[in-house]
C-alpha cells in the first residue's frame, strides 16, 4: 500500500499498485496512429500526477503494461477510460502485492 501525499500534506490517502495487461490492436493502421499523440499526452499527465508509475510497451508493439497507483479498480477503469486508443486495446487488470526496483530506493551516493 502507498500514500498519496500531494492533495494535501496533512491528508495520506491510501492507494494500491495495479498492472493493467494490454494487447494492442494486430492491424494498426492510419486511425491508430493518429490517436497516438494524444494518448501519448494523456500518459505523460498520468506519470505527472503519479496516477501511472511505470508505462511500457514491447518493441513488437504488440502489448504493453501500465503500473497504476489507484485507490481501487474503479478509478484505474476511469483512467482507462479516458485513453483514446480504449476502443481499440483489450485488457487485464490485476492486483499487485509488491511493486519493488531501483526507482523505490534512495539515490546512490555518488562521492566523486
Known amino acids: 500500500m502507498h500514500y498519496n501525499f500531494k492533495n494535501s ?5 491510501p492507494m494500491e499498485n495495479f498492472m493493467v495487461e494490454i494487447s494492442l490492436p494486430e ?7 493518429n490517436l497516438i499523440p494524444s494518448h ?3 500518459i505523460n499527465d498520468m506519470i505527472e500526477k503519479g496516477i501511472i508509475q511505470h508505462y511500457t510497451i514491447n518493441a513488437a508493439r504488440t502489448k504493453g503494461w501500465i503500473l497504476f497507483n489507484c485507490k481501487n479498480k474503479n478509478e484505474v ?3 482507462l477510460l479516458k485513453m483514446p486508443i480504449f476502443d481499440l486495446i483489450k485488457f487485464k487488470i490485476h492486483d499487485i502485492m509488491i511493486a519493488d526496483g531501483e526507482l523505490y530506493r534512495l539515490p546512490k551516493m555518488n562521492l566523486n
Open 9 to 13: 500534506p496533512k491528508k495520506m490517502t
Open 27 to 33: 492491424i494498426q493502421d492510419e486511425e491508430f496512429f
Open 40 to 42: 501519448r499526452m494523456l
Open 77 to 79: 477503469m476511469v483512467a
